[in-house]
């Protein structure tokens, strides 16, 4: 089961850009990766993920705004954020997901605000 690591996150003005990362300790050839989120007073909440063949699903709210890509050879999963909102505002948290290990990161926090 791998261990994950978020970086990346931090506070920008809306219309901003950040790019999250999130570091496995070993290979994520074999896992679906996503991104969620969550919010203050809410339950987390799937922002994106992306398939062990490349295949990829966003939230509604954030079609068009950001996407996920994952480099297998360096064991690292990203996710790029244009065009962010306040209600971006979140810890935003990273998952490796196959048939037998669902594994989380600590998180790393992202501010849209003025």
């Known amino acids: 089961q791998v261990q994950l690591m978020e970086s990346g996150g931090g506070l920008v003005q809306p219309g901003g850009s950040l790019r999250l990362s999130c570091a496995a300790s070993g290979s994520i050839s074999l896992y679906t990766m996503g991104w969620y989120r969550q919010a203050p007073g809410k339950q987390r909440e799937l922002v994106a993920v992306?398939?062990?063949?490349?295949?990829?699903n966003f939230a509604d709210s954030v079609k068009g705004r950001f996407t996920i890509s994952r480099d297998n050879a360096r064991n690292t999963v990203y996710l790029q954020m244009n065009s962010l909102k306040p209600e971006d505002t979140a810890v935003y948290y990273c998952?490796?997901?196959?048939?037998?290990?669902?594994?989380w990161g600590q998180g790393t926090q992202v501010t849209v605000s003025s």
């Open positions: 998952n490796a997901r196959n048939a037998a290990y669902d594994s």
């Open positions: 992306i398939t062990r063949g490349g295949f990829t």
